[in-house]
């Protein structure tokens, strides 16, 4: 089969938290299936429109496209309890969940034993501790690689449970090398439940699904979750996820070849945030930071936490625009920044004394950015619709960007909602 149309990327080029959600929400009118490849409940993606925000963990985010194919694909990690959830809430709105979700057969099980390993594991670590979620992410894709996992399509076997109750023993038999209390029973009941809810979905050969339907013309948008400077690989490693974040993602989650990759949407922060730990070569810990973490309402909509807040760190940004063969920019929250006086963004770093454009091996390293200042434009932008009524300060942010990275800003972002956005 040879696909008649492209499958189109959209991921976040920085620690995650960038703003897809809503990008994913506004572009979905162009596409009639989006498919998540990657990642689990640790992604929290937040939609806003007609005043309500929803957030959205393990759904993809064209749920509620009319007439859209939403596909959770072999490379997300899928929780039956907190998919159970979050699709009865969207069910109270009327929105038809079991007429709009495909799951993928393959996609694997986040089973109650996985938090408590998360948990376990992330406090025997102390200060070295990565900022997991906790909610099983790094355990599930551990068993997936130690091929020890369960799928869901093994939930339609005669012998699930057997299966189910082998890893789960696997799980407490391992759980033995850490100073850990905990309940080895608990939610088994509800996970089985949600379950029994999982099976009356569409549960699909992924692969086959999504390449039939490019085979059929069908324009298909594929959505990653947290960043590409969280990637397995390519990340500030160890203080990474679990999964390939960047492009190359969206074929192995999904069962589509390199030459099916068509437009690849980077998203990105006008500034940049971190949750967890892990190296930020921008962080501010000044008053200014707390401006952007508090105008920008920074905080985890998964986890709550506060959000680390920074300049734009240019490096950092044209790394993930190589690694992901970034065709066109999409800039987020530059609203936030309407009233400093100056903007900063890091063009190089002091790594051992010696200048570089290029992001050190080294997690660990000691960097200091060497920064670019631009005039703030202090004006409001988040009521401005068209490009041409921009302010000119902030026209020549853009156009510096645009310039360093080779890459257009399709896309500015100037609010939470559907409609405070510029297609340019």
């Known amino acids: 089969?040879?696909?008649?149309?492209?499958?189109?990327?959209?991921?976040?080029?920085?620690?995650?938290?960038?703003?897809?959600?809503?990008?994913?929400?506004?572009?979905?009118?162009?596409?009639?299936?989006?498919?998540?490849?990657?990642?689990?409940?640790?992604?929290?993606?937040?939609?806003?429109?007609?005043?309500?925000?929803?957030?959205?963990?393990?759904?993809?985010?064209?749920?509620?496209?009319?007439?859209?194919?939403?596909?959770?694909?072999?490379?997300?990690?899928?929780?039956?309890?907190?998919?159970?959830?979050?699709?009865?809430?969207?069910?109270?709105?009327?929105?038809?969940?079991?007429?709009?979700?495909?799951?993928?057969?393959?996609?694997?099980?986040?089973?109650?034993?996985?938090?408590?390993?998360?948990?376990?594991?992330?406090?025997?670590?102390?200060?070295?501790?990565?900022?997991?979620?906790?909610?099983?992410?790094?355990?599930?894709?551990?068993?997936?690689?130690?091929?020890?996992?369960?799928?869901?399509?093994?939930?339609?076997?005669?012998?699930?449970?057997?299966?189910?109750?082998?890893?789960?023993?696997?799980?407490?038999?391992?759980?033995?090398?850490?100073?850990?209390?905990?309940?080895?029973?608990?939610?088994?009941?509800?996970?089985?439940?949600?379950?029994?809810?999982?099976?009356?979905?569409?549960?699909?050969?992924?692969?086959?699904?999504?390449?039939?339907?490019?085979?059929?013309?069908?324009?298909?948008?594929?959505?990653?979750?947290?960043?590409?400077?969280?990637?397995?690989d390519f990340g500030s490693y160890p203080f990474v996820t679990s999964s390939t974040t960047t492009c190359s993602g969206a074929c192995m989650g999904l069962g589509v070849s390199p030459s099916s990759i068509g437009e690849v949407f980077g998203i990105f922060k006008a500034y940049c945030t971190r949750v967890g730990s892990g190296p930020f070569p921008t962080e501010l810990f000044d008053q200014t930071g707390e401006t952007l973490r508090r105008q920008g309402h920074e905080f985890g909509a998964t986890t709550g936490r506060s959000r680390r807040t920074g300049w734009l760190d240019l490096v950092a940004l044209k790394y993930a625009i190589m690694i992901n063969g970034v065709s066109s920019l999409i800039m987020m929250k530059a609203d936030v920044m309407d009233n400093f006086d100056t903007i900063k963004v890091a063009v190089k770093y002091i790594v051992d004394g010696k200048e570089t454009d290029q992001v050190p091996y080294d997690t660990y390293a000691e960097i200091t950015p060497v920064y670019k200042e631009f005039k703030g434009w202090n004006t409001p932008l988040s009521h401005i619709r068209k490009e041409e009524d921009l302010p000119i300060e902030f026209k020549e942010y853009v156009e510096f960007i645009e310039k360093e990275t080779g890459v257009r800003i399709s896309v500015i972002s100037l609010g939470p909602d559907r409609a405070e956005t510029i297609i340019r």
Request: with cysteine; net charge negative.
């Open 1 to 232: 089969m040879t696909p008649k149309a492209q499958l189109d990327v959209v991921l976040g080029l920085q620690w995650g938290d960038e703003g897809k959600g809503k990008i994913v929400d506004v572009l979905a009118d162009n596409y009639e299936v989006v498919a998540r490849f990657q990642g689990g409940p640790n992604a929290g993606h937040s939609l806003k429109f007609e005043e309500t925000t929803f957030v959205l963990h393990s759904v993809p985010s064209g749920i509620f496209r009319e007439n859209s194919t939403n596909i959770i694909g072999n490379g997300v990690v899928l929780d039956p309890i907190i998919f159970e959830e979050e699709c009865r809430a969207l069910e109270k709105m009327g929105v038809p969940v079991r007429e709009r979700i495909k799951i993928s057969k393959k996609a694997h099980l986040i089973i109650p034993t996985h938090k408590i390993i998360d948990a376990a594991s992330e406090a025997s670590k102390g200060k070295e501790k990565i900022g997991s979620t906790l909610k099983g992410i790094g355990p599930t894709y551990m068993d997936k690689t130690g091929r020890n996992g369960l799928r869901v399509g093994d939930t339609l076997s005669s012998d699930f449970k057997n299966r189910f109750e082998t890893l789960r023993n696997k799980h407490i038999a391992f759980l033995k090398q850490f100073d850990f209390e905990y309940d080895p029973n608990s939610n088994i009941n509800e996970w089985m439940s949600s379950v029994e809810y999982l099976k009356t979905f569409d549960l699909v050969d992924g692969e086959y699904l999504v390449n039939k339907e490019l085979c059929n013309g069908r324009k298909v948008l594929a959505e990653g979750a947290q960043g590409s400077m969280l990637d397995v």
